[in-house]
């Protein structure tokens, strides 16, 4: 069983990360949707610290993602279909492209404000700026809001491609993404 990717299979750092960075990412959603829908200010700014922390902490695992996928091979698609494999590269791509958006988003809003972003009540990291930026912080809130309306559609693709493979392709695509396979 392999750390690492081949042309056959991902490997175990792959397959933890893609799992953990999914959750992380559903997680960060629901945590924006309580934010949203906080009754006080008092239980915003509470949903809205832990949003903040979880994302904070959440970039370093996609950071990780995104370098180790750069350095590994990826498996060989079994798609047959050349436009089945476009749509797969497409809805990864706005997926990644949607990740990013946020996550430069998010603290640009926070920053612009200007306030500091606070992880977990344990550091803190200062705003950049040293007065509110009426524009960045509009256009970054702008930005942030539409980027999360990707967020469902991609989401109901992505689980939809996989279950092609699962259950009419029935090709290991799902499986490999799960666990490592013997070689």
Do not use: C
Not at 57 to 64: D, G, M, P
Not at 88 to 101: E, H, K, S
Not at 135 to 152: P, R, V
């Amino acid at each position: 069983m392999s750390l690492t990717n081949t042309k056959a299979a991902y490997g175990w750092i792959a397959i933890a990360l893609h799992w953990i960075s999914a959750i992380g990412v559903v997680a960060m959603y629901v945590l924006g949707e309580q934010m949203e829908d906080a009754p006080d200010k008092v239980a915003k700014a509470a949903a809205q610290g832990l949003h903040v922390s979880v994302g904070a902490l959440l970039f370093t695992f996609l950071l990780a993602r995104l370098l180790w996928s750069l350095s590994q091979p990826h498996p060989d698609s079994f798609e047959r279909n050349k436009w089945f494999r476009i749509a797969a590269r497409v809805v990864q791509g706005l997926f990644l492209l949607m990740i990013a958006v946020l996550i430069v988003t998010g603290p640009l809003a926070v920053w612009s404000a200007p306030r500091a972003i606070t992880v977990f009540d344990l550091f803190s990291l200062p705003s950049p700026f040293p007065t509110r930026i009426v524009w960045l912080h509009d256009l970054a809130e702008d930005m942030h809001g539409l980027a999360k309306k990707l967020f469902w559609p991609l989401v109901v693709l992505h689980v939809g491609g996989a279950v092609k493979h699962l259950l009419l392709d029935r090709d290991r695509t799902f499986q490999r993404m799960l666990w490592v396979r013997r070689t």
